[in-house]
């Protein structure tokens, strides 16, 4: 579950990417924002939402809208911080708002400083939707709680704020039928190391001993 084939520009964009590149000493990542840069932003987000299947490349939330308002295109090594990767085909993919947001401009190179793009799974802190399985990572359950796998599958549930489905008390109906599996989850969860992690889990708890209280007040009446 990764993204198998990166954007390849056409001509016309190739020749802004080309001289983009070719400066190194005058690149800045505002330059994104340039009206020169419109095409090349629309075929890097039409290639990824059709290479996603209009699927988050960090929540894995899909989401069935073509409008181009709804996605965001998604520097993995920020802009901000590597203008030069600015159009590395490698470094895009689109993200939903929500992740995008919230990962920002968060460093995710394990060495700051490449010239090059790095290729090895080991140079990036999160889940690098190029490079990564992302099952390796992160394990969904109940479409609300992200429990990680492994040290990246933890930094990309922080990076992008992915706690934030637990917010949400929607699914947790069908959740009370589901309680070994989540029994297991939170067994796991509880030895986490990360104190967001751990948080989250607390958070679901709590949640679920309010929907009890509330049942069997209902039962009550
Ligand atoms: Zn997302």
Known sequence: ????????????????VDQYESDRASQNHNYWSDDEVEEVKRE????YKSEQNLT????KVKYPVQHSAVWDVEHIVARENSPHFMF?????????KDCNN???NKHVLTNRR????????S??????????????????HLGTIYSPKSDKGRETIEACGLLRFSYSAGGWNSAITQIPDLMETANNMLNEESEAVRDQLMMQIL???QIQLSNSLLIDD
Do not use: G
């Open 123 to 140: 140079d990036f802190t999160i889940i690098h939707p190029h490079i990564d399985n992302y099952d390796d990572h992160i394990a969904i």
């Open 56 to 59: 988050c490349v960090y929540c």
């Open 88 to 96: 590395t085909p490698k470094n895009l993919c689109v993200a939903c």
């Open 114 to 121: 490449r010239v090059r793009y790095p290729t090895r799974s």
């Open 102 to 104: 919230e990962k920002s």
């Open 44 to 47: 890097i987000k039409s290639h």
């Open 207 to 209: 949640l679920l001993a």
């Open 1 to 16: 579950m990764k993204i198998q084939s990166a954007v390849v520009y056409s001509e016309e964009s190739q020749l802004v």
